[in-house]
């Protein structure tokens, strides 16, 4: 009776039907609105989709900015993907702020790119200190390792083996009975070669088949970057299920070979025998690999 009586209706079937709806209604909308564009921000996009956003990011990427950057007295713009604000940069002094500017965040940028970034409402973000503080910490501890990884001593002791790597590559295309080779295929491989060289392991780098195992989780890690969990992560679409499996599987590969290591009493001249010595702990460890792993192969 209360149904009715707050609808004004005498059939309560009908009452209950138009309550559940405005109830699911209400979710839909709560879960799906968009936060407010900042009054700072560049103009927004000429095209955007109503709670989608701007499809033509994921469809059409480059034609997409061109044409905004025209629209744009500035060339920069924003728009929406799903519920995240996002500004397209263009111009040198743009550039230079994408790569210098230290309030920009390259694991968290990177973690929306593959539907994994944490949803931030606005009255959380006046109780982010102490999460922005461990936020930083990794952000400072991730550069100061890539930096060591990728120059010095550690980059020159691994360099003849890259290029023991590059002449095995060369050799065994010239004893090929095809005299071409598909460099998406061949060179995408070689690539990943000499990255799981300079930045993983040489279990992993100099084992074919572990290699290509590897290669193909981080494929597949790469691939649930759908639209849909771009834009919603919140959402349980399939694409993260599979992502977390595959990410699994590659936890427990580098984890064996941490675990092998220490067993044997076995030491290699790699950045993981760095990170190992360091005295880093096998999650921080993983994480490294997996996050540069991942910016490698989405690069590549």
Same mark, same amino acid.
């Given at each position: 009776m209360a149904f009715?009586?707050?609808l004004g209706l005498s059939n309560p079937?009908?009452?209950?039907?138009?309550?559940s709806v405005a109830i699911l209604?209400?979710?839909?909308?709560h879960?799906?609105?968009?936060?407010?564009?900042?009054?700072?921000?560049?103009?927004?996009?000429t095209e955007s989709w109503p709670l989608i956003g701007s499809m033509q990011f994921f469809t059409a990427r480059w034609d997409f900015f061109l044409r905004q950057m025209t629209h744009s007295p500035t060339g920069n713009f924003s728009f929406f993907a799903g519920d995240k604000i996002v500004v397209g940069l263009s111009g040198d002094e743009s550039r230079r702020?994408?790569?210098?500017?230290k309030q920009l965040s390259l694991t968290e940028g990177y973690g929306a790119l593959l539907g994994g970034s944490p949803q931030v409402s606005d009255a959380d973000v006046k109780s982010l200190e102490a999460p922005k503080l461990e936020? &930083?910490?990794?952000e400072n501890y991730f550069a100061k390792r890539l930096t060591t990884m990728l120059k010095g001593p550690l980059l020159a002791k691994g360099l003849p083996q890259l290029l023991e790597d590059m002449r095995s590559t060369v050799d065994r295309f010239a004893a090929q009975e095809t005299k071409t080779t598909d460099p998406f295929d061949s060179i995408y491989r070689v690539v990943f070669q000499m990255t799981m060289r300079t930045v993983a392991c040489v279990e992993i780098a100099g084992d074919d088949a572990?290699?290509?195992?590897?290669?193909k989780l981080f494929e597949k890690i790469e691939g649930t970057a759908t639209p849909m969990s771009i834009m919603y992560n919140w959402m349980p679409v399939p694409a993260k299920f599979r992502r977390t499996y595959a990410g699994a599987q590659l936890y427990m590969i580098f984890k064996g070979i941490i675990d092998k290591r220490a067993k044997e009493g076995r030491r290699e001249e790699d950045t993981l025998q760095y990170l190992i010595d360091q005295?880093? &702990?096998v999650t921080k460890i993983i994480t490294v690999r997996i996050v540069h792993l991942l910016r490698s192969i989405h690069v590549s």
């Amino acid at each position: 009776m209360a149904f009715e009586a707050l609808l004004g209706l005498s059939n309560p079937v009908l009452s209950i039907a138009i309550i559940s709806v405005a109830i699911l209604a209400a979710a839909f909308f709560h879960a799906f609105k968009r936060p407010s564009l900042p009054s700072n921000a560049p103009p927004l996009a000429t095209e955007s989709w109503p709670l989608i956003g701007s499809m033509q990011f994921f469809t059409a990427r480059w034609d997409f900015f061109l044409r905004q950057m025209t629209h744009s007295p500035t060339g920069n713009f924003s728009f929406f993907a799903g519920d995240k604000i996002v500004v397209g940069l263009s111009g040198d002094e743009s550039r230079r702020i994408f790569f210098e500017h230290k309030q920009l965040s390259l694991t968290e940028g990177y973690g929306a790119l593959l539907g994994g970034s944490p949803q931030v409402s606005d009255a959380d973000v006046k109780s982010l200190e102490a999460p922005k503080l461990e936020q &930083d910490g990794f952000e400072n501890y991730f550069a100061k390792r890539l930096t060591t990884m990728l120059k010095g001593p550690l980059l020159a002791k691994g360099l003849p083996q890259l290029l023991e790597d590059m002449r095995s590559t060369v050799d065994r295309f010239a004893a090929q009975e095809t005299k071409t080779t598909d460099p998406f295929d061949s060179i995408y491989r070689v690539v990943f070669q000499m990255t799981m060289r300079t930045v993983a392991c040489v279990e992993i780098a100099g084992d074919d088949a572990l290699r290509e195992k590897v290669l193909k989780l981080f494929e597949k890690i790469e691939g649930t970057a759908t639209p849909m969990s771009i834009m919603y992560n919140w959402m349980p679409v399939p694409a993260k299920f599979r992502r977390t499996y595959a990410g699994a599987q590659l936890y427990m590969i580098f984890k064996g070979i941490i675990d092998k290591r220490a067993k044997e009493g076995r030491r290699e001249e790699d950045t993981l025998q760095y990170l190992i010595d360091q005295g880093d &702990d096998v999650t921080k460890i993983i994480t490294v690999r997996i996050v540069h792993l991942l910016r490698s192969i989405h690069v590549s």
